[in-house]
């Protein structure tokens, strides 16, 4: 277990020492001056030059990615251009945004998706399965954009009921987390779906059914146990994929997570913002993934890492 | 009996939500007025790198002051902070200033003060630098007198000084400023949470009595405008700006929400780039200017957010020029382009990105209308990024952008981006190179005016551009707003508004 621990952390610093390199050379690649957009259309060819100087992309590119690298190791990242601020405390001003949407739309998919899953399963092939079925093609069909409006229109717009935009009390997590669940729970019920029939078929299962074992009990004991991971992995990937922010549905809700301050900075060559909040995105992935791995183990026993 | 348990439960958790949903609905708190805004509050500091943005400058209309203002009805300007000043010769100006005005920490304002500001923003090197150049040095020869000396004389002093917003003595060139600002102004600063809201509370001891009217101001941001108009609609803010002619057209008709349309000091316009062939010739540029139907764009797909320009500046800038329109002609347009070699067209391209509203539409009809006298245009929507660096090198046959007159004065614009100096649009005239030099440097507003007309003239003519559009700009408020005035530029100020409860 040890060896395999520092196996997976040099792997993931590797990762990360990749991330961070393209991303540098990436943003420096993009057509476009930090300077010149800082400045606008109101600056004078002098004072954009000046300007280039004071964010040191005067330098050559390996002087650049050397003082970056430095900086980095010591947990530096820079100062926004456009903010003034430092760039890794932008990134956790908006955490806490990002992490409240992206938590709460993978609790409410767990809970709807195992009640969905474990319904179409226990009545396949009925009425109720293919109402299921049907649903959740449909919500993984319909764009969240589109879904995100329609919802403002009618339960923000018509009906009153919830606020249409913004992060404050708890009513304002509503809209956002059933826009970005819906597509979600139709992936995940899918998939516990056919997790719950394969695994049912199994020996086990009959056996425990043998045995006098109540339904229910075979459900939780067994069969989800035994059906978990594959629905952990996509867990682990969906909410990797949302801890980096959900740009277009921040728009919709006016939401202030990652996924807008990440867009923003890419349009205003922000580099110090870019490496820093997809640097954190980066890091956040390949944390999840091991803890999704590190989770096999538990779920199944027979796996074991050496 | 204890079967129904669940169902009673279900039932009285629905209820209570329903309660607690219908009370989370928006209140409208007292002396308490929410607006959304159309661009991103990149930071507050006056003096920064974002002071040219214009929510960095309706933000500073409320919490800072400047020593004089300029009234675009009366055409002077007025004491602020400053409540007189005199040219005591061509490079010296003496400012007596007003007494007994705190700022929001308590300190008091003094000539210190008025030195710190146009110290730092020197110090800085953002895109305000350039306004204060020319300054040479700044003397407090009393707590309540500034006397700013300049190298050469500097007809744009006043104007430019009407972007100065006072900063506290001693304020280091740093950025923290703008987390935390203090100013003198109606409001103080209380809260900046990025794209999210920007907060602030009136200020009890503001120098001029009875503002602000409300307690509390909250600006509050929304990205997109469906979504800026639903939350007026749905009462969760009372104000926002920049709609789109038809938001415009559909809330006129309601009863809960006034409109109302007001002037800028902002011009839309397109560029042409006379170092790229054939764009070189005077009569191919003319025919440009024959070949486009303004008025048919200002009727339709801007109506109610620009109207046709009449000069190269914004009609209630200072200096302005109102000309007669070009006129729309193909025939004439058609015949320019033969004399010039060009009976069957050429190939150009339009370069533009999307920062305008109705930028898109507005160059589609472009390159529609120009296709009618043969001119094939390539219609390239860029990055903005992208655009500003081709923008600046010069890097583009067409440019469609506009500017604004920050600072109310016609050399902001005229001085700014057409001097060959500025290398913005290719264009070189060393008549006006020389007329614009004149003018900065002629301290009587009487004869700069003179000069910058000549100026006006000379680029509506024969011009580097296509002066298209005035912008308009509009304001939609619930009713329960009281006294918003129509400011003379897109520079607005709520300090005078009230709220009904």
Known sequence: MGRYLVRRVLSALLVIWGVITIIFLVVRVVPGDPASVLLGTFATPELVAEQRAKMGLDSPLLVQYGLFIRQAVLGDWGRSYHEGKEAFSLVLERLPATMELAVAAIAVTIVLSFVFGSLAARWVQSPVDQA???????????PNFWLGLVLILIFARRLNWLPSFGRDTLWHLILPTVTLSVQLIGVMTRLIRAGILETMSQDFVRTARAKGVAEAAVLTHHVYRNMMIPVVTMLGLQLGALLGGVVVLETVFAWPGLGRLIVTAINNRDYPVVQASVTFAAVTVVFLNALVDLTYAYLDPRIRYG | MSRRWPMATILISVAFIATAIGQAGPAASPGTLRISYPQRVINLDPQGTAAAERMTIILGRHLFDTLITWDAAAKKFQPALAERWRSLDPTTWEFQLRRGVRFHDGSEFTSAAVATSI?????????????????ASVETPDPYRVVIKTRTPMGTLLSNLTLLHIIPAGTPATTAFGERPIGTGPFKFVEFVRDTRVVLDANPNYWRRGIPKLQRLIWVDIP??????????????DMTVQLTPEEIRRLKGSQAIKIDIGPTFYTRFIWINPTHKPWDDVKVRQALQHALNIPAITSSLVAGIAKPAKGPIASNVLCATDFEPYGYNTTL???????AGYPRGFDTELKWNDALPRE???ADA?????????IRVKNTLQPRAIWLDDLLKLNWDLNLLGTGAVTGDADY??????????KRTGYANPEVDSLLEQAASTVDTKKRCEMYRRVNEILWTEGPAVFLFESLESYAYRTRVQGFKLPASEIFDLSDVSVSP
């Open chain 2, 366 to 374: 472009i390159t529609g209308q120009l296709a009618l006298v043969g």
């Open chain 2, 119 to 135: 110290e730092r923003t020197q110090a800085i090197r953002g895109p305000i630098t350039p306004l204060f150049a020319a300054v």
């Open chain 2, 224 to 237: 997109e405008l469906s979504g800026r108009i639903t939350a007026l609609e749905t009462g969760e803010i």
């Open chain 2, 413 to 422: 614009t005229l001085g700014r981006l057409y001097h060959s100096r500025a």
């Open chain 2, 333 to 339: 347009a058609r015949r320019l382009l033969a004399e």
């Open chain 1, 132 to 142: 299921i079925g049907g649903l959740s093609l449909l919500g993984q069909a319909i």
């Open chain 2, 360 to 362: 898109r539409e507005v």
